[in-house]
């Protein structure tokens, strides 16, 4: 078993509530009521908390980089199987999860009004979200933040492929090379092109530049590099921001460059013990997947039982952010983690 890496736990963990908290502050009843006595947080929660999703692709990166080609050259021999692997481990839990959310959704129809709760899907939709293609044949969301599970595996797959490429080269270093110089090529082209055409925003080289940047975090990180080469990687971004300057960009260059420092010091399994944002780190893709069944049921309660104030919002609301911590606690032990059942990933919001 890998070593831990709490400094990632504690990406992921937070990153992960972050999003809990954007999606509460975006959707229902509850989000209005926060917004009445909250104004600013909840502006702030809904303006800006989507951008966790950058801490999660350069994380997602950073851990795909270390486990197919620690050292730049691909470390596999079967990227079919490897293909087929990923997809299990993410869509079976998700499927699961979904399952909760069409329960979740028909509950909140009967109680509340508003377009928070999505329709009573069709076996079509469940299938294209089966099949994690959802997004590319424009069906309607089953449950917030689903496009992420299909970008993962996207993005997964397309750095699988660039490597398996670059393994087609003879000698090691011209491998190692030929990975590196594919995988910065396409993530400078998703950052500085890609990423700028929001209709591309289902495909993965939309996304591809903070998960290259991951990757690229922990490949100029290893031991024989030098702490310079990290200087590159603010060349790029500095680039990026100087054609389109955007705050996502500058909150993945932020993460690449903690997560490469932290790397070249050693501080990565070595990196402050805390058991809440361990667990937090370690049940982030179950919290996401739940999360949104949660609010929806909360917010019907609130419309149904209560007189809608904006006191008792707020209650509901940290209920709802306790409840979505504890049923993604729950949804870990006896569905991401039985691996009997399925060998778990990065994690996860509704556009």
């Given at each position: 078993m890998p070593p831990r890496m709490p400094l990632i736990d504690a990406l992921k963990g937070i990153s992960a509530q972050v999003i809990v908290l954007h999606h509460l502050a975006s959707y229902g009843p509850v989000a209005e009521a926060m917004n009445l006595l909250l104004p600013a947080l909840t502006d702030w929660l809904y303006g800006y908390g989507r951008m966790a999703v950058q801490i999660f692709l350069v994380v997602a990166g950073f851990l795909a980089a270390r486990?197919?080609?620690?050292?730049?050259?691909?470390?596999?021999?079967?990227?079919?199987?490897?293909?087929?692997?990923?997809?299990?481990?993410?869509?079976?839990?998700?499927?699961?999860?979904?399952?909760?959310?069409?329960?979740?959704?028909?509950?909140?129809r009967a109680w509340m009004l508003g377009d928070m709760p999505p329709d009573a899907p069709s076996v079509w939709q469940f299938v294209a979200h089966g099949l994690l293609?959802?997004?590319?044949?424009?069906?309607?969301?089953?449950?917030?933040?689903?496009?992420?599970?299909?970008?993962?595996?996207?993005?997964?797959?397309?750095?699988?492929?660039?490597?398996?490429?670059s393994s087609c080269a003879n000698g090691h270093d011209r491998k190692r090379h030929l990975g590196m110089v594919l995988v910065a090529a396409f993530g400078i082209a998703a950052l500085l092109h890609w990423s700028r055409n929001e209709a591309l925003d289902m495909w993965a080289i939309y996304f591809f530049g903070p998960y290259a940047l991951g990757a690229m975090s922990y490949w100029v990180s290893v031991p024989e590099r030098r702490p310079g080469c990290l200087v590159l990687l603010v060349l790029v971004g500095a680039l990026a921001l100087w054609v389109d300057f955007r705050l996502r960009v500058v909150l993945a260059l932020l993460t690449t460059l903690f997560l490469g420092a932290a790397t070249m010091a050693g501080r990565l399994e070595r990196g402050p013990e805390s058991r809440l944002i361990a667990y937090l780190g370690k049940i982030s893709y179950?919290?996401?997947?739940?999360?949104?069944?949660?609010?929806?049921?909360?917010?019907?309660?609130?419309?149904?039982?209560?007189?809608?104030?904006?006191?008792?919002?707020?209650?509901?609301?940290?209920?709802?952010?306790?409840?979505?911590?504890?049923?993604?606690?729950?949804?870990?032990?006896?569905?991401?983690?039985?691996?009997?059942?399925?060998?778990?990933?990065?994690?996860?919001?509704?556009?």
């Open positions: 486990g197919l080609a620690p050292n730049g050259v691909a470390t596999f021999v079967s990227p079919a199987d490897l293909i087929w692997k990923r997809y299990l481990r993410l869509v079976r839990p998700f499927m699961v999860a979904m399952l909760l959310a069409i329960a979740a959704a028909a509950l909140a293609l959802h997004g590319l044949l424009g069906v309607p969301s089953l449950s917030a933040g689903v496009w992420y599970v299909a970008i993962d595996f996207q993005l997964y797959a397309l750095l699988l492929g660039l490597l398996w490429l179950s919290v996401f997947l739940v999360h949104f069944p949660v609010l929806l049921i909360i917010n019907a309660c609130f419309t149904h039982f209560t007189s809608g104030s904006a006191a008792l919002g707020l209650v509901a609301a940290l209920l709802a952010w306790i409840a979505s911590i504890l049923a993604g606690g729950i949804f870990y032990r006896y569905v991401e983690s039985r691996k009997q059942w399925w060998p778990a990933p990065s994690s996860p919001e509704k556009r």
